[in-house]
């Protein structure tokens, strides 16, 4: 059985984690209570489409 522990707290994280980082092999897996600055961070600045729960690349960006 895989756990997926934070990478910062080191809590065992049972839904799902918040993976943070650049390309496919650099990246840290946090829990919703460290991720939070991050999709807190990437909503303010329009980068975040909430609905797939992706970072938009191409798309128009919302300006403040």
Do not use: Q
């Not at 390309?23 to 975040?48: H, I, S, Y």
């Amino acid at each position: 059985m895989y756990l997926t522990k934070c990478d910062f707290c080191k809590k065992v994280i049972k839904n799902e984690s918040i993976r943070v980082g650049f390309g496919f092999a650099n990246g840290l897996d946090l829990c919703e209570k460290c991720g939070k600055p991050v999709v807190d961070f990437l909503k303010e600045n329009g980068v975040l489409d909430e609905e797939n729960k992706r970072v938009i690349k191409d798309k128009k960006r919302k300006t403040a």
